[in-house]
């Protein structure tokens, strides 16, 4: 695969984008949805903001306070023996069965714009920021999808209750309207089809079982966008390659003259994310006709195999042009970079099933 990152990458990394929350820092500015708009590009970035500890052995936790419609901190001490700090982006209850307790960042989306699509300018303020119940701990990695002279766009909605898809749309990128959740706990990963196939609208989601069960990509149809139904279960994990562990849909999938291309992610036990090809049926997409052996994307560069959490490549948005799709992704859940694929070379490494 000939793959040629963008000299400029990172294109926007923490540092580029100012704390919305005082008393806070930008630890990640990544995993963006990607839209064509006006003229130009934009990310719709997730930004992760982190309380700053007043001393140190205070480890803060923030959380959406609906009643307050504000964000709140709860303060822990890092010797308190119930709480496990080992990953850096999670608190865990080691006392309950629960386990997990706080996120120790807050999320929102914000829209950093371009005209070249190398060099971006973030907006001061969020686009869209936690509501309600369900998004009290945050609302992550986005996807936007395009559908005549609507964007619509969907994301994790991540709470005490679970991880559920929760859905907006906007027509100006400066205004959005809220459509609820989509799809119920415990899901993520949802990426809507940019059009209709034979009357139906398509998701690729990715539940996350707590049981029986692998967190794999399922494919779902709807009517109207909100109302999901007839699930089925489209790709699953393959022992000893680099989708082993879980894998999800990523980029909006792209139509070729051989059938939908879906741009997925996929990791290994290890934590290693890596950004592989699905061609699904033109004219029914639950049915997979080739899958690539190799990644067309791995965590090679210094700024995708160190950061936050790294060895992690984790694309929510392609943008294609004759042969060449220009695939946007979060660069070890820290920042947004850019590479250039070959859209020929990409179906030439599938293996036809």
Request: proline letters at 6%; charged letters at 25%.
């Amino acid at each position: 695969m000939n793959t040629v990152r963008y000299e400029q990458n990172p294109l926007v990394t923490p540092q580029d984008v100012k704390p919305y929350h005082e008393g806070y820092e930008v630890i990640g500015a990544f995993n963006a949805g990607i839209a064509v708009y006006g003229g130009e590009i934009l990310m719709l970035l997730r930004v992760a903001e982190r309380p700053i500890a007043p001393e140190p052995g205070i480890v803060l936790a923030p959380v959406y306070d609906e009643a307050a419609g504000a964000v709140g901190v709860t303060e822990i001490r890092a010797d308190d023996a119930r709480y496990d700090f080992s990953d850096p982006r999670v608190i865990r209850n080691v006392s309950t069965d629960a386990g997990f307790a706080y996120l120790t960042s807050i999320s929102y989306i914000r829209i950093a714009r371009s005209t070249d699509g190398r060099h971006f300018r973030v907006d001061d303020e969020p686009f869209l920021y936690p509501a309600g119940r369900f998004e009290t701990f945050g609302i992550e990695d986005p996807r936007v999808t395009q559908i005549g002279d609507t964007y619509y766009i969907v994301f994790s909605a991540v709470s005490p209750v679970g991880i559920g898809v929760a859905m907006a749309s906007t027509r100006d990128f400066r205004s959005a309207a809220r459509h609820g959740l989509i799809f119920g706990p415990d899901n993520k990963d949802v990426v809507l089809f940019p059009e209709k196939v034979n009357g139906k609208y398509y998701a690729l989601h990715r539940p996350t079982v707590r049981s029986v069960g692998r967190p794999e990509i399922w494919i779902a149809e709807s009517p109207d966008l909100l109302h999901w139904g007839n699930h089925k279960h489209l790709a699953g994990l393959r022992e000893g390659m680099w989708d082993s562990a879980r894998i999800g849909g990523g980029a909006v999938p792209l139509r070729t003259d051989k059938g939908w291309l879906a741009l997925y992610h996929g990791a290994t036990e290890d934590h290693r994310y890596c950004m592989g090809a699905l061609l699904l049926d033109a004219d029914d997409p639950s049915k997979v006709i080739a899958r690539s052996a190799a990644p067309v994307l791995e965590p090679e560069a210094d700024y995708e195999r160190n950061g936050f959490f790294g060895g992690v490549v984790f694309s929510c948005g392609a943008i294609a042009r004759g042969d060449k799709v220009k695939m946007y992704y979060g660069a070890a859940d820290t920042s947004m970079a850019c590479a250039e694929l070959s859209l020929g070379e990409i179906m030439e490494g599938l293996v036809y099933e």
